[in-house]
């Protein structure tokens, strides 16, 4: 029920803008959040948002150059990605979280999307 969109490819110092939906039809969301893994690495956090309260945090090598942003209505979440740097190629995966509180490990969610695409060229 995680559906994510945007994605793929821009030079480096660009700006990307990714989008996700939650079906939250079966189940209480208290918060959505973005992961990405690059080729030969584990998945990683990349920023969280809480529902409702709108708490934010983000990994220290994203701070400054992503936000992330909800809208409680449709259930939605984007992350405007900017100054992207190669290393920041990765698929990008959004979660969501059923449970109360807001969390920055991949066990923490309980949803998630297929993935989509970001790469950054140099």
């Known amino acids: 029920p995680v559906v994510e969109s945007g994605g793929g490819l821009v030079q480096a110092g660009g700006s990307l803008r990714l989008s996700c939906t939650a079906s939250?039809?079966?189940?209480?969301?208290?918060?959505m959040s973005w992961f990405r893994q690059a080729p030969g690495k584990e998945r990683e956090f990349v920023a969280a948002i809480s529902w409702g309260g709108g708490s934010t945090y983000y990994a220290d090598a994203v701070k400054g150059r992503f936000i992330i942003t909800s809208d409680n209505a449709k259930n939605t979440v984007a992350l405007q990605m900017n100054s992207l740097k190669p290393e920041d190629t990765a698929v990008y995966y959004c979660?969501?979280?059923?449970?109360?509180?807001?969390?920055?490990?991949?066990?923490?969610?309980?949803?998630w999307g297929q993935g989509t695409q970001v790469t950054v060229s140099s």
């Open positions: 979660a969501a979280r059923g449970r109360g509180g807001l969390g920055r490990g991949i066990t923490d969610y309980d949803f």
């Open positions: 939250a039809r079966t189940f209480t969301l208290y918060a």
